[in-house]
């Protein structure tokens, strides 16, 4: 099993950034891709960005392409969420997900273990 803890959030102005970080904790790091989600109130879980094990493919969905920017460090434990000119239409609760194996999942049902979520607000 693997334990996901999300930091980060928080409260910008429309046009700020922000820097999401998953710190995972129990087995091995790299034998997980990983994914970045977001749940708006009313609104089903949707995928933002994959990353696989290594880091060295990644998925974006259209709402992040050229503004979010997902990373991870395998030696930190860590996968990470870059986001710029947040918009309104960001705000959400964002979680970290794991998914076994080297490859990443575009389906939220291929995920094993999600983190608590943490809540990132865009101000107009």
């Known amino acids: 099993q693997v334990q996901l803890v999300e930091s980060g959030g928080g409260l910008v102005q429309a046009g700020g950034s922000l820097r999401l970080s998953c710190a995972a904790s129990?087995?091995?790091?790299?034998?997980?891709?990983m994914g970045w989600f977001r749940q708006a109130p009313g609104k089903e879980r949707e995928i933002v960005a994959a990353?696989?094990?290594?880091?060295?493919?990644?998925y974006y969905a259209d709402s992040a392409k050229g503004r979010f920017t997902i990373s991870r460090d395998n030696v930190k434990n860590t996968v990470y969420l870059q986001m710029s000119s947040l918009k309104p239409e960001d705000t959400a609760v964002y979680y970290c997900?794991?998914?076994?194996?080297?490859?990443?999942?575009?389906?939220?049902?291929?995920?094993?273990?999600w983190g608590q979520g943490t809540q990132v607000t865009v101000s107009s």
């Open positions: 997900a794991a998914t076994i194996g080297s490859s990443y999942s575009t389906s939220i049902h291929r995920y094993n273990y």
């Open positions: 990353i696989n094990w290594s880091g060295g493919s990644l």
């Open positions: 129990g087995r091995t790091f790299s034998a997980y891709a």
